[in-house]
């Protein structure tokens, strides 16, 4: 059964760091590529960030130079850190990925929640 | 960037309604194009890839077209598990998220 697990978020100050982790099961992690979608209280999906099987990385630009995505295809492990945090920052962090080979994101994880506040 | 856009943003329809949402792309997407359904409280689920390409295990009433920078998603039939916001995304370059469009009952 493939399974994406979020963890890592919680409450973070202004300014603030948090490392967020997908913890990947059931699908051979090495050939997929991942993205990480949030989505703010109430409001719409936003692309963050994906990584490649070849390990290259894009960013939002509303991310871009605050975080980082990475992966450890030993501990099937997709990764955000997230760095000068703001409160708009403040979501619910999703990864997701291919399986079924549609050229997008068919498996979600259940979300993990960052909120960024004093 | 690849901006998009969805219309209506809200939507009221009633079960067994047929219902169209457009979307487009602030450049042409070459097919590229997938929706989304979520609902409230729930995980977005891939209902339609490649434009027009049913996603394993949904069902028929949900299809998709379009090319180029304008595609439509049309529920026929629409059913109670229906009420819910959806979204088009772009994976040409990267990827986009439409704003949504939320479809309630009338």
């Known amino acids: 059964e493939v399974q994406l697990v979020e963890s890592g978020g919680g409450l973070v100050q202004p300014g603030g760091s948090l490392r967020l982790s997908c913890a990947a099961s059931?699908?051979?992690?090495?050939?997929?590529?991942f993205i990480w979608v949030r989505q703010a209280p109430g409001k719409g999906l936003e692309w963050v960030s994906v990584i490649y099987t070849s390990y290259v990385t894009y960013y939002s630009d509303s991310v871009k130079g605050r975080f980082i995505i990475s992966r450890d295809n030993s501990k099937n492990t997709l990764y955000l850190q997230m760095n000068s945090l703001r409160p708009e920052d403040t979501a619910v962090y999703y990864c997701a990925t291919d399986i079924g080979l549609s050229g997008t994101t068919d498996y979600w994880g259940q979300g993990t929640l960052v909120t960024v506040s004093s | 960037d690849i901006q998009m856009t969805q219309s209506p943003s809200t939507l009221s329809a009633s079960v067994g309604d047929r219902v169209t949402i457009t979307c487009r792309a602030s450049q042409s997407l070459s097919g590229w194009l997938a929706w989304y359904r979520q609902k409230p409280g729930k995980v977005p689920e891939l209902l339609i890839h490649k434009a027009s390409s049913s996603q394993s295990g949904v069902p028929s009433r949900f299809s998709g077209s379009g090319s180029g920078t304008e595609f439509t998603l049309t529920i026929t039939n629409l059913q109670p598990d229906d009420f819910a916001t959806y979204y088009c995304?772009?994976?040409?370059?990267?990827?986009?998220f439409g704003p949504g469009t939320k479809v309630d009952v009338k």
């Open positions: 059931g699908f051979t992690f090495s050939n997929n590529f």
């Open positions: 995304q772009q994976y040409s370059s990267h990827f986009t």
